[in-house]
Nanobody, 123 residues
Framework: VQLQASGGGLKQPGESLKLSCVWS???????IAWFRQAPGKEREAVSC????????WYDTSVKDRFTIVRDDARHTVFLQMNTLKSEDTAVYSC??????????????????WGQGTQVTVSS
């Protein structure tokens, strides 16, 4: 399984951006998640689709602003990011795996990782 994230860029606060994570290989029953890591901070989970209980999950910091969509026909998971804030600035990475409920938000829950794409929100 290989994952490739793209779509990052420079945006102003309040603008929108759409990230894509394209996979190759079989992830039919995998959860797919987006993580981000800001400078000087630890990597944190942002959102997950087809999570451990087959649900969709968002971190409270992005809930109601970000939307994750999985398109199996296109082998792609999208992260639509609206109303961007400066604190959304980070390197965003996608990951696939079989997390259990207690590991959905942790790096340990995911086996396969794509390279990151930089998102910068600044006026």
């Amino acid at each position: 399984v290989q994952l490739q994230a793209s779509g990052g860029g420079l945006k102003q606060p309040g603008e929108s951006l759409k990230l894509s994570c394209v996979w190759s290989g079989n992830v039919d029953y995998h959860s797919i998640a987006w993580f981000r890591q800001a400078p000087g901070k630890e990597r944190e989970a942002v959102s997950c689709v087809s999570c451990a209980d087959r649900s969709t999950w968002y971190d409270t910091s992005v809930k109601d602003r970000f939307t994750i969509v999985r398109d199996d026909a296109r082998h792609t998971v999208f992260l639509q990011m609206n109303t961007l804030k400066s604190e959304d600035t980070a390197v965003y990475s996608c990951a696939a795996g079989y997390p259990i409920l207690s590991t959905v938000r942790t790096s340990a829950g995911y086996r396969y990782w794509g390279q990151g794409t930089q998102v910068t929100v600044s006026s």
